[in-house]
């Protein structure tokens, strides 16, 4: 009986390519509830601590991406001994040739995985050439460890920052696993002070932290999955079989889905790392809001915006070298932007003409007309369609598709199928109608939710955590969806 019990646990602790690990599976609950049941007996515990931690880490990993742990591992040690040398060097040719390998074997491993394939077909679009293409699996959440890594480095060779001494501490904050995958991307500035400190958990950090785990099952689990595979899906990846009502739904309904998915794992990821006593920085802040592509730019994916500024956007020349410049250098950083998404000609479309809209932004807002209440309410509408109809080509497969889908909605609208499509997606349509009311509603919504939750007894905050997995469960129509930007 016991030989029957470890034939069927031991294979669910192996890598399965079919089935990667994810917050919102049950592998990962077990997984969780292992740590919480031994964090307590060594969180004060320093060295240890951050063995445990960074070892169910890497395993996380393994669990997400098989053998790629070791590439997660090595790209950590170059990197970890090339900052030391930078720090420790008084000669400027070895620490600008140093800091070159770094950026060559950061860059280079990120493209080899990602961006290879997309420059053998541009290679062959050119020369109209027949040059096979690679079987490459993309490591899952490659892009963010990449950037996290590169801050560190490019932070001691700007002098910001000292190299940190143990490699154990400086893996543990590389391989984290609540951000690990999918940001938000820790700066070593901000993460490893936090290494040494002891851990206190009090009422406000749990109740802060249970808010965000079950904001984020909600977005994820149950209002980004279920409208994914019930309607959004379908109309992307046959839009000509939808009418233009349909597709424009669809438009805002992917809107709404890429949100909750991905400020979802943020919020459950920020939670996490509370409860084993780590603050990780805040990646959204209902960007939706926004009344300007500038301002979207500073409430979505903050990390990535914040990374892309510091270390791209400024090294250029910002906003120093004149208006030109500066609108050139939004230009590249968000083309670049755009690119870090994905290889495809539809994400650097996509991050072209955001870097045009902040272009456009600056001459605007520098208007004083745009401060006006009435102009701030137009803002925020442009913006929000600017945003969602940018999506279409996020999310589609190529450009045809995502024409497709504008010639649908431009040329085959006929409002009145909106009472016919309420009929058919009732639930899909008060799903999506939830998911804006509530990210539209004032700040003092959140912190009524906040007090409500830090009033309650530890046993009614558990039992409003098991109602909200069993909600997720119950709203799952097919296998649990990986989440959107794992596969950037």
């Known amino acids: ?62 669990k997400t991406s098989g053998a790629f742990v070791m590439l997660l591992i090595l790209t950590a040690l170059i990197n970890f001994i090339i900052g030391r040398i930078i720090w420790q060097s ?5 620490r600008n040739t140093l800091f070159i390998l770094s950026i060559f074997w950061n860059i ?6 990602k961006y290879t394939n997309f420059v053998l077909n541009i290679i062959n679009q050119i020369s109209g050439g027949n040059l096979p293409l690679l079987d490459i699996f993309l490591p899952v959440g490659i892009s963010f460890f990449t950037f996290q890594i590169m801050s560190y480095t490019m932070d001691i060779y700007m002098k910001k920052l000292e190299p940190i001494d143990s490699f154990s501490d400086f893996l543990f904050f590389v391989a984290f696993f609540p951000q690990l995958v999918a940001g938000p991307i820790v700066r070593a500035t901000w993460f490893i002070p936090q290494i040494k400190k002891k851990v206190h958990l009090d ?24 409208i994914s595979i019930n309607f959004v899906d379908r109309v992307f990846e046959n839009p000509t079989l939808f009418s233009g009502v349909e597709n424009l739904i669809a438009v805002y309904g992917y809107g709404l889905q890429i949100y909750c998915d991905f400020s979802g794992y943020s919020d459950m990821a920020i939670g ?37 500024r510091d270390y791209l956007y400024i090294p250029l020349g910002g906003n120093k070298l004149g208006k030109a410049r500066q609108y050139l250098n939004l230009l590249i950083t968000m083309l670049l932007g755009g690119l870090w998404h994905g290889a495809s000609w539809n994400f650097v479309f996509w991050g072209g003409m955001h870097g045009l809209g902040l272009v456009l932004d600056k001459f605007w807002l520098s208007l004083k007309i745009s401060q006006t209440k009435v102009m701030k309410v137009v803002g925020l509408i442009v913006t929000f369609q600017f945003v969602s109809f940018l999506w279409i080509f996020f999310r589609a497969p190529n450009f045809e598709f ?25 639930m899909i349509g008060i799903f999506i109608g939830m998911g804006y009311l509530f990210h539209w509603l004032p700040q003092k919504f959140d ?24 909600l997720m469960y119950q709203t799952r129509t097919s296998d649990i969806q990986p989440f959107i930007y794992f596969q950037f």
Not at 108 to 113: A, E, N, P
Not at 203 to 226: E, F
Not at 460 to 465: D, G, T
């Open 272 to 308: 996490l790392a509370a409860l084993v006593g780590f603050e990780l920085p805040i990646n959204f802040n209902t960007p939706y809001k926004a009344k300007s592509v500038t301002e979207f730019w500073h409430r979505w994916h903050m990390s990535l915006s914040t990374w892309l």
């Open 90 to 94: 008084k000669h400027k040719g070895l």
């Open 108 to 113: 280079g491993s990120l493209g080899y995985y």
């Open 447 to 470: 912190l009524g939710v906040y007090k409500m939750m830090r009033a309650m007894p530890v046993p009614a905050q558990s039992v409003l955590v098991a109602i909200v997995i069993w």
């Open 402 to 426: 995502a024409g497709q889908m504008l010639n649908q909605i431009f040329t085959n609208f006929n409002g009145l199928l909106v009472l016919e499509w309420i009929k058919g997606y009732r």
């Open 1 to 62: 009986m016991f030989t029957n019990l470890l034939d069927k646990i031991l294979p669910s602790l192996l890598y399965d390519p079919q089935h990667p690990l994810l917050f919102t599976s049950s592998f990962f609950l077990f997984f969780f509830m292992v740590i919480v049941l031994i964090y307590p007996f060594i969180a004060n515990h320093i060295k240890l601590r951050t063995w445990f931690l960074m070892l169910v880490s890497l395993y996380f990993y393994y």
């Open 203 to 226: 009422n406000d950090t749990i109740a802060k932290a249970l808010i965000l785990i079950m904001g984020g099952l909600i977005k994820k689990g149950i209002i980004a999955d279920y």
